[in-house]
């Protein structure tokens, strides 16, 4: 298992865990990803086993913050510290003093990605009424203590 930046030859693999993973109308077409992955390459990851996408984050500076965009694992490399492993990548953004803060969006029912983001550091600082298209309420999340992030990550960052 390794994790590297994405590039063109990993849009495909993105779109399958993309698939995998959420539901219409939140599924990012080739089209977005693609230019996301290109737009946003050298702050965005996918983790390959044996050559295949087990799980990407994409990431996009936005003067100084970093904006994780779409975070997502396989199904069946779920609960393995893969999702934590890609976060950190964006973490690190804000450890090396890059951004001063991250920040996401999530729907208010995805149970997982809030745990996650809790655990991770991420504070909520924002309800987003009828954020998403289907009428569900988003939560904006941010996270600007280095610290936090650090002691997150020292699992997971070499
Ligand atoms: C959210 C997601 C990326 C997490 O990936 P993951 O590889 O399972 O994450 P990790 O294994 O690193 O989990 C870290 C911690 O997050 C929390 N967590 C993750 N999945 C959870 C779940 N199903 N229920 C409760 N807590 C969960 C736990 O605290 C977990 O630590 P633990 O396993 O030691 O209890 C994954 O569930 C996913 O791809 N979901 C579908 C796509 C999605 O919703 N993306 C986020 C959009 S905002």
């Known amino acids: 298992m390794s994790l590297k930046p994405c590039t063109i030859d990993h849009i495909q693999g993105i779109y ?46 936005e003067g100084r913050s970093a904006h994780v965009i779409s975070i997502a694992v396989k199904p069946k490399y779920r609960r393995k510290g893969v999702g934590s492993r890609l976060l950190c990548t964006a973490l690190q953004i804000l450890t090396s003093g890059r951004v001063d803060r991250v920040y996401l969006e999530v729907r208010v029912s995805n149970e997982p990605a809030l745990s996650l983001y809790r655990r991770a550091g991420f504070k909520e600082i924002e309800r987003l009424k009828n954020y998403y298209s289907d009428g569900e309420d988003g939560i904006r999340m941010e ?14 960052v070499k």
């Not at 993309?18 to 230019?35: A, H, K, Q, T």
């Open 16 to 61: 399958e865990v993309e698939s995998e993973s959420f539901r219409e109308p939140d599924i990012y077409s080739l089209d977005l990803i693609r230019f996301l992955c290109s737009f946003c390459g050298s702050t965005s990851y996918v983790y390959e086993d044996g050559g295949a996408v087990a799980g990407y984050i994409i990431t996009c500076i």
């Open 143 to 156: 996270i600007t203590d280095k610290n936090l992030a650090r002691e997150f990550c020292k699992n997971y």
